[in-house]
C-alpha cells in the first residue's frame, strides 16, 4: 500500500457535492500532477463532516486543518501553500472564517462546532471514504459482527444492547433491545430484518448522512441483528430521492459480499446473512413500519392495523424487524465498547447521542451528534452559533409533521424522549427547524398541514378528511376571515384525529398545530381577533408600506413591480395603489435604502 | 385521466421495456423496481405503457395504475426537457422557498405540476432533497442551485433557454 505523506478529505456529502466538491476534487487531483506530489498526497472523498452551510469542505491531515467555502482559486492556495510549502492558509480556515478563533482553533475538533460534539453514530462521516471498505475495516468496521459471530450467542447480543438502553431513533423511541427480542421470540422459518431508510422528515438528513459517509456500518449492524433475531435476509428501503446514497450502499454491499461479509458463511462460522435494496418511490407515509413493509412487497405504501405486529407477520407475512438508520448506526459501537459505555452517556431514560439535523434560521446549519440530555440553547446558540443578522430566536420545531414547537421561553429544555414530549413536541427522527421573528406560527402550522394533507395515504377518514378539514380552518385564519371559535374547533377535531386515526402518522398529524396553539395562543388571536399577522408573513393581512422619511425617489421599486402598482415622481416619496398591490414583495428586495416593509 | 390522446410506443421501445419486465421475473415484490426502470427509460409511465408491464409482469392493471398513482415519483405525464424541483422541505419554506417557487412559476408561466407549452421546461414542488445547508434550493435534471434568491430565477431559467 502506498503510503502518502498527507491527505487530503473532501467533503462529499450530499451539501458539498451540491457545491462542486467533486469538481474541486478533479481540479486538485490535476494540480497535485502539476506540482509533482501525486505520490506523496493523498485524496480521499469523504462522507459529510456536518457543517454543510459552510461548504465545500476540506480537511488536510496530519494538521487537521479544516478549510471552509472552499473555492477553486483557494483551492490552488491550498495546494501550493500547504501541500506543497507546508504551510498552513490561515486565512482560509473555517476557524478564520467563523468569529470564534483561537489559537489552536484550526484543529477540527477544536472549532466551536465540532468541539461540543460526541459522534457514535456519525463516528466515520467525513473521516473515511464510503466507497472503499477497507477504510470501515481500518476504523474497527466489521470486528463487531465478528465478535458476535465468535463470542456471543443470540441471547446475550440481544441482552447487551437491552442493558445499552438504545431506544429507536427514528421517531417513536421504542426500545430497539425489546423489539430484537420480539422478533428472536417469533416462530418462523424465514424471517426479515429491515433498515428504514426513508427519511421522509423534511428537514432532516442524518440518515442520509449515514448512508453516504458510512454505509457499512449500517450493513455491519443488520448482520448482527439477523444474527440476534434468526433472520438470513436484510432489506434496505431507501428514498429514491437520494441516489448518491443508493449508489454508495450498492457499493458497500457489493465489497461486503467480495470480502465474505455478507453472503454464505460469514468468518466460517455457518452463519448466512445477505442484504437488498429497495427502492422508496416518495411517500412519507412509508416511513411508517407496516406501510414501508406493504411497499417493499411491491403494492401501495397504505398502513394497516396491528395487531398482528410486523414481528409476528411482516414483509410477505413473516416475522419482521425494522430499525431506523441512526439506530442501526449506534450497534456496533456498543458492542464493541459494552453497553455501560453507552449507557453512561446521556440521561437516565433517554441514554447515548442523537443526531440532529439544524436547519432553518441558524449560522451553522448542518449536522451536529451531542449527547441526550443537552439543553436546546446549547445546541442553538454554542453549536449553532444563533440565529442570522441579529435576528431574534423565536422558536425550534422538532419531530418534523409530527412534532411540535419549543418555544424561546423553554430554550433550556434538555433535548430528551420525554423532556421534549413533555411540552407538547417530539424527538422524531432529529429534524431541528430554527424560527426567528420574522416567521409567524400560524402559517408554519399550515405548511405542515398541507404536507400531511398531501401526504395521507387515504386509507382512513380521520386522516384523509379531518386534517384537510383541519387546513381549510387553517386558511380561513391566515387569509383573514377568522371567527371566534375557529381555534376551539382546531382543538376538538385534532384530538378526534389522534384518537382515531390508523398509523403512528395520522395520530400525530395534528401535533404542529396542537402544539402552536399551546405556545403562540397571542398569534392565532391575533389572526382571528385583530386580523392582524405579528411577524407580516399571511399575505391577506400585511400591507406593503413605503417610509416616506426614507425613499429618494429612486424609482427602482417601480421598475420591478410586476403589476405597475407603485407610481411617483422626482424628490417626491413613492405610493402604492393599493387596489393593485398583490403583496409579492419584489420592490422590498429592491429598494436600496430599505424604505419599503411589509406591516401587519 | 386527463387527456384521451393515445401515447405511441414503438417496437423497439417495447423491446426495451419487456427486458427490462424480464430482469425481475421471479423476484418477489417486483412492481415498484420495474416502475422505475421503465420510468427511467421511458421518460413517464403512460396507460399504454403500464398496460404492456401488466401484461408480462402478470400484474392486474388495476393494481399498476393504483400504485404509479400513489407515489409521486412516478408521473404518467411527461416532464419537460429541463425538469424544475423545488424543495419545499421546512428548512427551504422557513427560508422563503414558497416566494421562488412562485418566482420560477411567473417566469415559465406555468403553475408547479405543469409543464411549458414546448415541453422545455416543467415545475414540480419536492419535499426535502437534503441539502438543507444551502436552504433554499431548486434542482435542474440534477443540478442542485442553493441559496436562491427571487432575482436569481430569470437568469437560471435563461441559462436553460438558449441552450
New interface residues.
Given amino acids: 500500500m502506498q503510503i502518502a505523506r498527507s491527505h487530503v478529505l473532501i467533503c462529499g456529502g ?2 458539498c ?3 462542486n466538491s467533486m469538481k474541486l476534487k478533479e481540479h486538485l487531483e490535476n494540480k497535485l500532477k502539476e506540482l509533482d506530489l501525486e505520490k506523496e498526497v493523498q485524496i480521499i472523498m469523504t462522507g459529510c463532516f456536518g ?3 459552510e ?1 465545500p469542505i476540506i480537511v488536510v491531515y496530519p494538521e487537521g486543518a479544516m478549510y471552509s467555502q472552499v473555492s477553486i482559486k483557494e483551492l490552488d492556495t491550498i495546494a501550493e501553500e500547504h501541500l506543497l510549502k507546508g504551510r498552513i492558509v490561515e486565512k482560509l480556515l473555517l476557524a478564520n472564517r467563523t468569529q470564534a478563533y483561537d489559537e489552536e482553533g484550526h484543529q477540527v475538533e477544536n472549532t466551536d462546532f465540532f468541539k461540543m460534539q460526541k459522534r457514535v453514530a456519525l463516528r466515520n462521516c467525513g473521516r473515511i471514504n464510503p466507497e472503499n471498505i477497507d477504510e470501515y475495516i481500518a476504523y474497527d468496521g466489521y470486528q463487531a459482527l465478528g465478535k458476535v459471530l465468535t463470542e456471543m450467542t443470540p441471547q446475550q447480543v440481544i441482552d447487551e444492547i437491552t442493558a445499552s438502553g438504545l431506544r429507536g431513533r427514528g421517531g417513536a423511541g421504542f426500545p430497539t433491545g425489546t423489539k430484537w427480542k420480539f422478533a428472536a421470540a417469533s416462530e418462523g422459518d424465514v424471517k426479515y430484518v429491515a433498515c428504514n431508510a426513508d ?7 442524518m440518515d ?1 448522512s449515514v448512508l453516504e459517509g458510512d454505509p457499512h456500518s449500517v450493513l455491519e449492524a443488520m448482520a448482527i441483528a439477523g444474527y440476534a433475531t434468526g433472520a438470513h435476509q436484510g432489506f434496505i428501503y431507501v428514498r ?4 448518491t446514497a443508493v449508489k454508495r450502499l450498492n457499493i458497500a454491499i457489493d465489497q461486503a459480499r467480495e470480502y465474505g461479509l455478507l453472503g454464505k458463511d460469514i468468518f466460517g462460522t455457518g452463519f448466512d446473512f445477505d442484504i437488498e435494496l ?7 407515509v412509508c416511513g411508517e413500519e407496516t406501510a414501508l413493509m406493504r ?7 397504505e398502513p394497516r392495523p396491528r395487531p398482528p405486529f410486523p414481528a409476528v407477520k411482516g414483509i ?1 407475512d413473516k416475522p419482521s424487524m425494522l430499525n431506523n438508520v441512526e439506530t442501526y448506526a449506534n450497534i456496533c459501537p456498543i458492542i464493541l465498547n459494552g453497553a455501560e459505555w453507552f449507557a453512561s452517556m446521556g440521561t437516565e431514560k433517554s441514554k447515548g447521542t442523537k443526531v440532529f ?1 439544524v ?3 441558524i449560522n451553522n ?2 449536522l451536529v451528534e451531542i449527547e441526550m440530555g443537552t439543553p436546546l440553547r446549547e445546541v442553538i446558540y454554542n453549536i449553532g452559533g444563533g440565529v442570522p443578522e441579529g435576528k431574534k430566536f423565536k422558536a425550534a ?1 422538532t419531530g ?1 409533521p409530527s412534532g411540535g414547537c419549543i418555544p424561546a421561553s423553554l430554550i433550556d429544555t434538555p433535548m430528551t424522549y420525554d423532556d421534549l414530549n413533555e411540552i407538547g413536541s417530539m424527538m422524531g427522527s432529529g ?1 431541528l ?3 426567528d421573528e420574522d ?1 409567524c406560527m400560524v402559517d ?1 402550522a399550515k ?2 398541514l398541507g ?1 400531511i394533507v398531501d401526504e395521507s ?1 387515504g386509507k382512513c377518514p380521520p386522516c384523509r378528511i379531518g386534517t384537510k378539514r383541519m387546513l381549510e380552518l387553517l386558511e380561513k385564519i391566515t387569509d383573514g376571515r377568522g371567527e371566534e371559535g375557529d381555534v376551539e374547533r382546531l382543538e376538538k377535531l385534532a384530538k378526534n384525529i389522534k384518537a382515531s386515526a390508523l398509523c403512528g402518522l395520522g395520530q400525530t398529524a395534528p401535533n404542529p398545530v396542537l402544539s402552536t396553539i399551546r405556545h403562540f395562543r397571542d398569534e392565532y388571536d391575533a389572526h382571528v381577533r385583530d386580523k392582524k399577522c405579528p411577524a407580516a408573513v399571511c399575505k391577506n393581512l400585511v400591507r406593503i408600506v413605503i417610509d416616506k422619511d426614507k425613499c429618494r425617489s429612486c424609482g427602482l421599486c417601480a421598475k420591478n413591480c ?1 403589476v405597475s402598482c407603485i407610481r411617483g415622481e422626482r424628490k417626491v416619496p413613492y405610493e402604492i395603489d393599493y387596489t393593485k398591490c398583490i403583496k ?3 420592490c422590498i ?1 429592491r429598494c436600496p435604502f430599505n424604505a419599503i416593509s411589509r406591516e401587519s | 385521466m386527463a387527456k384521451a390522446r393515445k401515447v405511441e410506443v414503438s417496437e423497439q421501445q417495447k423491446k426495451e421495456i419487456l427486458s427490462i419486465v424480464d430482469k425481475y421475473k421471479g423476484t ?6 420495474v ?2 426502470e421503465v420510468q427511467e427509460y421511458f421518460g413517464y409511465l403512460p396507460l399504454e405503457v403500464q398496460e404492456i408491464i401488466s401484461d408480462n409482469l402478470n400484474v392486474p392493471l388495476a ?1 399498476i395504475y ?2 404509479v398513482t ?5 408521473t404518467t405525464q411527461p416532464k419537460g426537457k429541463y425538469a424544475v424541483n423545488v424543495c ?4 427551504c ?3 422563503g422557498s414558497a ?1 421562488i417557487l ?1 418566482k420560477f412559476e ?1 417566469t415559465l408561466g406555468i403553475k408547479a405540476g405543469g409543464v411549458t407549452e414546448d415541453g422545455m421546461f416543467s415545475i414540480d414542488a ?10 433554499p ?1 431548486a434542482m435542474i435534471n ?1 443540478e ?1 442551485y ?1 441559496k436562491l ?3 436569481d430565477v430569470k437568469s437560471i431559467c435563461e441559462k436553460y433557454m438558449e441552450n
Avoid at chain 1, 240 to 243: D, G, L, M, S
Avoid at chain 1, 295 to 301: A, L, M, N, T
Avoid at chain 2, 88 to 91: F, S, V
Fill in positions: 450530499t451539501g457535492l451540491s457545491n457543517l454543510c452551510a461548504g427519511e421522509g422528515d423534511p428537514g432532516a438528513f442520509r429514491a430521492e437520494y441516489p429497495r427502492l422508496g418511490a416518495g411517500a412519507f411497499s417493499i412487497e411491491g403494492h401501495r405504501g410477505f439535523a436547519g432553518g434560521k446549519t448542518g420545531q418534523g429534524g427547524i430554527v424560527m416567521n408554519i405548511f405542515y404536507f395515504c410586476p409579492c414583495g419584489a428586495e | 418477489k415484490g417486483a412492481l415498484i423496481p416502475l422505475h393494481e393504483g400504485v400513489f407515489y409521486t415519483q412516478f419545499l422541505g421546512t428548512a419554506y422557513v427560508k416566494k412562485e411567473e419536492c419535499r426535502c432533497v437534503g441539502a438543507c445547508g444551502l436552504a434550493v440534477g442542485v442553493g434568491v427571487q432575482d
